[in-house]
């Protein structure tokens, strides 16, 4: 079974170049979001098996988003950012997200260590 994945950012490029990069390592994009409301309606649609959520949503908070879509979907959450997980570290434990994934160390490998799986879909 794959893990399938929607992906949210306010960034056109990194979508396509994370879409192109998991989809290449064997996991699934089943859709984007470049917001939180886009997210939410994504994520219940689409019902992904993992979320990638930015923390910086051209405006929009990130950790936000994540409480959002931890009380209208069954994904695990996962935080994305350019920054580094020491500038958020505290937020990010006391978020309803599994983890945090600096947007330099994205892959599918990461996503899977991050869950503790061999790339079957995740318990919810």
């Known amino acids: 079974m794959s893990m399938r994945c929607l992906l949210v950012d306010d960034s056109i490029r990194f979508l396509e ?3 192109s990069l998991l989809e290449r390592d064997g996991i699934p994009v089943v859709g984007v979001a470049m917001s939180g409301t886009e997210a939410l309606v994504r994520a219940a649609e689409l019902a992904p098996d993992v979320v990638l959520v930015d923390l910086d949503l051209d405006g929009e908070n990130g950790f936000d988003v994540a409480v959002e879509l931890a009380r209208s979907v069954t994904s695990v959450i996962i935080l994305i950012s350019t920054h580094a997980l020491e500038d958020f ?3 990010v434990a006391g978020s309803p997200a599994r983890g945090f994934l600096p947007k330099s160390a994205l892959s599918a490998q990461a996503i899977r260590e991050l869950l503790g799986t061999d ?3 995740p318990a919810p």
Do not use: F, V
């Open 89 to 91: 570290e505290e937020l």
């Open 119 to 121: 790339g079957a879909a």
């Open 17 to 19: 170049a994370a879409r």
